[in-house]
């Protein structure tokens, strides 16, 4: 049994109960809503112990190829793993905050929790582009945005997982975080912004946010998945983390996506999923299908 379900289930944190909100955006799961930043990562790793398990248990940063089984088809995502000894270099290969987050969108499309057919969606930084063909394949229109030097093995991944076999569509595009995106990308905005260990480094935390605020619109979802680490040298958990979340915390309501809502066979303790979305959306949350409803402070746990 993982760490969420021993902590969860009806005898769960009283806190935490009254803290989840029946749906975010275009999310209709439950989600667990994060008001601090500190508290949210005491409490994750209170609760998830992620040391205590294993680290890239679903990719191997030594293979060629990641394969992988989604949404009916064999995926094969090509890495580049000779790249990751150059300085500076990210995305040259899978990380499991990826293939949770992939997963993740399959099973809540197929649970009826999620609509992705026929929605936009941009993927930031992504590297090897695993979320965003997955997205692809349950039937959204993605781009997929890195920089310059990231675009070739991410179409390559493209056209070897998306075309011919997609109900949406997938294309690739360059994108600088705290740089102009490409109008085509916010006019309208997205419905939703993807994104896998897009949080590592603090000084890239005002960037990512910028750009993030530049794709969202009213009616904007972002997922992001990111690996819980600590620094040992220093004896502090993840500083870049909760740093991201206190700063996104002005500009967004943040809402953590428990383990019990993921694909059942795709679960690591030393993943975190969060739903984000712009506080100026009223008060109301939308459901996945068009519906709205009103935020509620708690519900029934079963």
Not at 212 to 235: P, Y
Not at 278 to 292: A, V
Request: proline share 4%; aromatic share 4%; with cysteine.
């Amino acid at each position: 049994m993982d760490a969420a379900a021993e902590h969860g289930g009806a005898d769960g944190d009283a806190a935490a109960a009254a803290a989840t909100v029946a749906a975010m955006g275009a999310y209709g799961g439950a989600v667990r809503a994060a008001e601090s930043a500190a508290e949210e990562i005491l409490l994750l790793w209170a609760l998830r112990q992620p040391t205590a398990h294993r680290h890239n248990a679903f990719v191997r940063h030594s293979a060629q190829t990641l394969t992988l089984d989604a949404c009916g088809r064999h995926l094969s995502i090509l890495q580049s793993p000779s790249a990751m000894s150059a300085p500076g270099v990210t995305g040259a290969v899978m990380w499991d905050s990826g293939v949770v987050l992939g997963k993740f969108l399959e099973h809540a499309v197929d649970s009826g929790r999620l609509l992705l057919r026929g929605r936009r969606a941009v993927e930031l930084g992504a590297g090897c582009g695993l979320v965003g063909c997955i997205a692809a394949l349950l039937g959204a229109d993605v781009v997929l945005t890195d920089l310059p030097d990231r675009l070739k093995l991410l179409k390559k991944n493209v056209e070897l997982n998306v075309e011919g076999h997609s109900r949406g569509s997938a294309t690739v595009s360059e994108l600088t975080w705290g740089d102009d995106p490409d109008p085509e990308l916010m006019e309208p905005p997205p419905e939703f912004v993807l994104g896998s260990d897009v949080i590592y480094s603090e000084e890239a935390v005002e960037d990512l946010l910028t750009t993030l605020k530049q794709l969202s619109g009213t009616h904007t979802t972002i997922f992001l998945a990111g690996e819980l680490r600590n620094e040992k040298k220093i004896h502090l958990i993840d500083v870049v983390l909760e740093c991201f979340l206190d700063a996104a915390m002005e500009d967004f309501l943040v809402g953590c996506i428990d383990q019990t809502e993921w694909h059942p066979d795709y679960r690591s303790n030393r993943v975190a999923l969060f739903v984000l979305v712009l506080k100026n959306r009223e008060k109301q949350i939308e459901l996945p299908f068009g519906g709205s409803a009103q935020k509620r402070t708690s519900v029934q746990v079963s």
